[in-house]
């Protein structure tokens, strides 16, 4: 009686045991599928966004360098009229001058410096009579190098790293959303960070805002479901940009307009995404590696960078 036990018992465990390699077999040949439907055939498939049909207008923040720079050009190349807010009125002249020349479309500028709240009123007054069809959330800012909270030593980091990285966020997608929703089309790109996806110590304010950008636009994305307003989060590993302070573009490390390219086809396809194809890699690559292993990476890079500025000062 017990020998069939013991043998039934075994039959129970083999069967879930199939069932299990079954589950994560289908779960892994999925994760597949969206990743090479995303990243490589949208476009061939016709997957991808129109983004024209949206609005004949787009809004980027923080739109003169870097990605937000690579998403106006290639808005722009598009045929969409550019509305571009920044803090640097020089650099927005130029890149509007640059834009309007090369790909023939109508530009607004807009001069804001978000790390101060009373912006908004400017910036609604400017745009709320336009038909946008995208915002891209890009503007923001992060640690110059890995710290400990308490010693970061600028006072106002603090204050200008929430308004940059958060209220801006929210308070553009407060003045642009009403404007989607009345004629129920239109996408809004928020540019979070993979840092955002668990906490990144000794970057942990700047983690913890891209946190709150991903719930943020989890959220939204759920909340106006059917309202024909899409959201989409993107979450980039390391880009060339004075951000990352990344200099030479690799495989895991494009150019702005390389990643913007990528992220762009999956408009449409991905409500979240890291928006290149070897973040999404290396998104998978970081899930299985320890916490233990990541901290002592951003340690080392900020004794490197407390060396470097300490030399740096001895040779003044």
């Known amino acids: 009686m017990f020998q069939e036990y013991l043998a039934g018992s075994?039959?129970?465990?083999?069967?879930?045991?199939?069932?299990t390699t079954g589950v994560i077999a289908f779960k892994i040949a999925l994760g597949l599928f969206r990743f090479i439907s995303a990243h490589f055939l949208s476009r061939a498939l016709g997957l991808t966004a129109n983004l024209q049909k949206a609005g004949s207008w787009a809004v980027v923040t923080g739109g003169t360098d870097g990605i937000g720079k690579a998403y106006a050009e290639q808005l722009a190349a598009k045929g969409i009229n550019m509305v571009l807010i920044s803090r640097s009125l020089s650099k927005l002249t130029d890149m509007a001058r640059d834009v309007e020349e090369k790909y023939k479309v109508k530009t607004l500028v807009i001069e804001a410096?978000?790390?101060?709240?009373?912006?908004?009123?400017?910036i609604r007054a400017n745009i709320e009579k336009l038909d946008i069809g995208v915002l891209v959330n890009n503007v923001g800012m992060?640690?110059?190098?890995?710290?400990?909270?308490a010693e970061v030593?600028?006072?106002?980091?603090?204050?200008?790293?929430?308004?940059?990285?958060?209220?801006?966020v929210a308070k553009m997608t407060q003045i642009v959303l009403p404007i989607m929703l009345k004629k129920r089309q239109g996408y809004i790109i928020n540019i979070g960070s993979?840092?955002?996806s668990s906490p990144t110590p000794f970057l942990t304010l700047y983690s913890a805002c891209k946190a709150f950008v991903d719930t943020f636009t989890?959220?939204?994305?759920?909340?106006?479901?059917g309202s024909g307003v899409?959201?989409?989060?993107?979450s980039p590993y390391f880009v060339v940009s004075k951000l990352s302070k990344m200099w030479k573009p690799s495989i895991f490390v494009p150019t702005p307009t390389t990643f913007v390219k990528g992220a762009l086809a999956t408009v449409g396809v991905q409500t979240t995404t890291n928006g290149f194809w070897s973040h999404s890699v290396q998104d998978w690559i970081m899930a299985v590696i320890?916490?233990?292993?990541?901290?002592?990476?951003?340690?080392?890079?900020?004794?490197?960078?407390?060396?470097k500025r300490a030399n740096a000062k001895q040779n003044q």
């Not at 980091?157 to 990285?165: D, E, G, I, Q, T």
């Not at 899409?230 to 993107?234: A, D, G, K, P, S």
């Not at 320890?290 to 060396?307: E, F």
């Open 10 to 19: 075994a039959d129970i465990f083999s069967g879930i045991g199939a069932l």
């Open 153 to 168: 030593e600028d006072p106002n980091f603090v204050s200008r790293l929430l308004h940059l990285n958060c209220t801006s």
């Open 230 to 234: 899409n959201f989409q989060l993107v």
């Open 218 to 225: 989890r959220a939204l994305s759920i909340e106006y479901s």
């Open 194 to 196: 993979s840092a955002g």
């Open 142 to 149: 992060s640690y110059d190098f890995p710290e400990y909270f």
């Open 290 to 307: 320890p916490m233990s292993v990541i901290t002592n990476g951003l340690l080392d890079n900020r004794r490197r960078a407390l060396k």
């Open 113 to 122: 410096d978000f790390s101060q709240p009373d912006i908004y009123d400017n």
